[in-house]
Nanobody
Framework: QVQLVESGGGLVQSGGSLRLSCEAS????????MGWFRQAPGKERAIVAS????????YYADSVKGRSTISRDNAKNTVYLQMNSLKPEDTAVYYC?????????????????WGQGTQVTVSS
């Protein structure tokens, strides 16, 4: 079992930045590919970014590409999502997720473990 706890969400003005963190319990964090998803009211939960076990490979949704960076520190059991140039349409609950499969995973069904989510609100 892996437990994931997100932090770093909040209210920010358009154009601002936030760094989300997700800390995992357990000793096998490096065995999991990790991802960030988001869900806005009335919309499906969608991938934002994902990172492979070692951190060597990453994926970004087109909506955040160039504005966001996913990274991980396996020694700290933590994955990060740095978001810059935030827009009101980035407003959503952001979820951290872990996948026991190999490589960069981009679909919900590939993920085994989920955090409770952290709210990000971008004001215009």
């Amino acid at each position: 079992q892996v437990q994931l706890v997100e932090s770093g969400g909040g209210l920010v003005q358009s154009g601002g930045s936030l760094r989300l963190s997700c800390e995992a319990s357990g000793r096998t964090f490096s065995s999991y590919a990790m991802g960030w998803f988001r869900q806005a009211p009335g919309k499906e939960r969608a991938i934002v970014a994902s990172i492979s076990r070692s951190g060597a490979a990453t994926y970004y949704a087109d909506s955040v590409k160039g504005r966001s960076t996913i990274s991980r520190d396996n020694a700290k059991n933590t994955v990060y999502l740095q978001m810059n140039s935030l827009k009101p349409e980035d407003t959503a609950v952001y979820y951290c997720a872990g996948s026991s499969t190999i490589g960069v995973r981009t679909t919900r069904r590939d993920y085994d473990y989920w955090g409770q989510g952290t709210q990000v609100t971008v004001s215009s």
